[in-house]
T-cell receptor
Framework: AQSVTQLDSQVPVFEEAPVELRCNYS??????LFWYVQYPNQGLQLLLKYLSGSTLVKGINGFEAEFNKSQTSFHLRKPSVHISDTAEYFC????????????FGEGTQLTVNP | GAVVSQHPSWVICKSGTSVKIECRSL??????MFWYRQFPKQSLMLMAT?????????EQGVEKDKFLINHASLTLSTLTVTSAHPEDSSFYIC??????????????FGEGSRLTVL
């Protein structure tokens, strides 16, 4: 079985501060990893993904994430956040053998305060 | 980029009625579409996988007679909530996998449909 754990349900930060949203996964097979962002009453937008290759992945809106196989983590980071980054962030995992089925973490609400 | 559109965005219905939600891939063909359900402040739970021209595959615990899924074409999948009850109130989100290009690792999500059953 695979699972995804987002360690923080809520992360409040001030504007222009750095932020890290944590994600850990467990799986007995190779996985692909994703971060999605969801604004209120909207669907999900892909921020970035790790399929293979370099473990540091850069995405849209200045976000990046690092795949750490030994720690089974895929934490999302941004060096300086904006008010507009306030949203729900979901980490997701897809097993190499599971086709396109995604398993989502519980989500982390990022709130950027002025 | 690839666009997936859901309709309606919001729907309010009376208990006992049926509601149909559409998921369309606007600029690509989707062999596979997924339907998710999201309760407030919670994550997305996969309900079923819909493949064009075949029966949907439901996740454990999802009533197939309650949530009817039809994937009649490569650009359209529908979810019908039959005999809706207040506990069916939720945010329903679809996602689509592009037909061409093999496994790209990315699914494209619709904007979601909020169902409120009175």
């Amino acid at each position: 079985a695979q699972s995804v754990t987002q360690l923080d349900s809520q992360v409040p930060v001030f504007e222009e501060a750095p932020v890290e949203l944590r994600c850990n996964y467990s799986s007995s097979v190779s996985v692909y990893l994703f971060w999605y962002v969801q604004y209120p009453n909207q669907g999900l937008q892909l921020l970035l993904k790790y399929l293979s290759g370099s473990t540091l992945v850069k995405g849209i809106n200045g976000f990046e994430a690092e795949f750490n196989k030994s720690q089974t983590s895929f934490h999302l980071r941004k060096p300086s956040v904006h008010i507009s980054d306030t949203a729900e962030y979901f980490c997701a995992v897809r097993k190499e053998t599971s086709g396109s089925r995604l398993t989502f973490g519980e989500g982390t609400q990022l709130t950027v305060n002025p | 980029g690839a666009v997936v559109s859901q309709h309606p965005s919001w729907v309010i219905c009376k208990s006992g009625t049926s509601v149909k939600i559409e998921c369309r891939s606007l600029d690509f063909q989707a062999t596979t579409m997924f339907w998710y359900r999201q309760f407030p402040k919670q994550s997305l739970m996969l309900m079923a996988t819909s493949n064009e021209g075949s029966k949907a595959t439901y996740e454990q615990g999802v009533e197939k007679d309650k949530f009817l899924i039809n994937h009649a074409s490569l650009t359209l999948s529908t979810l019908t909530v039959t005999s809706a009850h207040p506990e069916d109130s939720s945010f329903y989100i679809c996602s689509a996998k592009r037909r061409a290009g093999g496994f790209t690792g990315e699914l494209f999500f619709g904007e979601g449909s909020r169902l409120t059953v009175l």
